[in-house]
């Protein structure tokens, strides 16, 4: 079985100043894990993918995920943040082969003026 | 490239009416596709999926339906709404022979049953 964890529910950061934000995970097989994001009202946007390449991966909007297998974790970063940042971040793993995904619950970002 | 489309946008309801959801995808044959309700303040829930046309999984037992008449549609139905039925519908597609099951969304309908 597979599952998801967002340690935080929601994080504020002002504009220009980094942003993390901490996942992690359980999975009985080697896991692919993303990050999506959910402005209001819309559909979820891919912003990064893990799929067993390179454990650093760099997604959109200069956003990029480190998968750490010892510490199980997928943690979604980004140097400066943006007005336009302020969404709601889901963290996701799916086992391989599986045809379904396991959702966080998800991190509201806001980002102060 | 491919594209997916959901309709309507919004939907206000009265409880005890039907409902019926459409999803369609464009630029991409045989696709897995997955109905998800996210309720106010809740992640998602995965309510349906299929691999196929007339093949459907149900998650969770509830009052709600799936059907997928053609290759590239999936219908979410119901006979009769109830008050928790409301929420954002999200409808999903991905790669039937991909391992990594990266899933592309389309962009929701809000369903508000009164």
């Known amino acids: 079985a597979q599952s998801v964890t967002q340690l935080d529910s929601h994080v504020s950061v002002s504009e220009g100043t980094p942003v993390l934000l901490r996942c992690n995970y359980s999975s009985s097989y080697s896991p692919s894990l993303f990050w999506y994001v959910q402005h209001p009202n819309k559909g979820l946007q891919l912003l990064l993918k893990y799929t067993s390449a390179a454990t650093l991966v760099k997604g959109i909007n200069g956003f990029e995920a480190e998968f750490k297998k010892s510490e199980t974790s997928f943690h979604l970063t980004k140097p400066s943040a943006h007005m336009s940042d302020a969404a709601e971040y889901f963290c996701v793993v799916s086992d391989r082969n599986d045809y379904k995904l396991s959702f966080g619950a998800g991190t509201t970002v806001t980002v102060r003026a | 490239s491919q594209t997916i489309h959901q309709w309507p946008a919004t939907l206000v309801q009265p409880v005890g009416s039907p409902l019926s959801l459409e999803c369609t995808v464009e630029g991409t044959s045989n696709p897995n596709l997955y109905w998800y309700r996210q309720a106010a303040g809740r992640g998602l829930q995965l309510l349906f999926y299929?691999?196929?046309?007339?093949?459907i999984s149900s998650e969770v037992p509830q009052n709600l339906s799936a059907s997928r008449p053609q290759d590239r549609q999936f219908i979410l139905s119901s006979k009769k709404l109830l008050l928790s039925d409301s929420g954002f519908y999200l409808c999903a597609w991905s790669v039937i022979i991909s391992s990594y099951n990266e899933q592309f969304f389309g962009p929701g309908t809000r369903l508000t049953v009164l």
């Open positions: 299929s691999v196929g046309i007339g093949q």
